[in-house]
């Protein structure tokens, strides 16, 4: 079983900064693909930013030149730094990964959440 932690999230004011990062742990042989996804209120989850191993990037357009996803493969920790925050950005954050154990088998992983508010 891998669980993912996430810390980093809370209230930053317009045009602040936050980091986020998220540890996976338990059991499994290696982490593919992690990335951050993000639910407003009344909408639904979207992608934010993913990484892979190798550290290929891919953004949503929302968030490109503002936030930026990095991550530690001997810790198995992902970050996003976000720059520039708008109102916009406010939502829950989760963390994702996809973990496969050493016998082949991948399981998609979530994170708990971690609340973003962007407000003066």
């Known amino acids: 079983q891998v669980q993912l932690v996430e810390s980093g999230g809370g209230l930053v004011q317009p045009g602040g900064s936050l980091r986020l990062s998220c540890a996976a742990s338990g059991m499994f042989f290696r982490i593919n693909v992690m990335g951050w996804y993000r639910q407003a209120p009344g909408k639904q989850r979207e992608t934010v930013a993913t990484?892979?191993?190798?550290?290929?990037?891919n953004y949503a357009d929302s968030v490109k030149g503002r936030f930026t996803i990095s991550r530690d493969n001997a810790k198995n920790t992902v970050y996003l730094h976000m720059n520039s925050l708008k109102s916009e950005d406010t939502a829950v954050y989760y963390c994702?990964?996809?973990?496969?154990?050493?016998?082949?088998?991948?399981?998609?992983?979530w994170g708990q959440g971690t609340q973003i508010t962007v407000s003066a």
């Open positions: 994702h990964a996809v973990a496969w154990s050493i016998i082949s088998v991948s399981s998609n992983v």
């Open positions: 990484i892979t191993s190798d550290g290929n990037t």
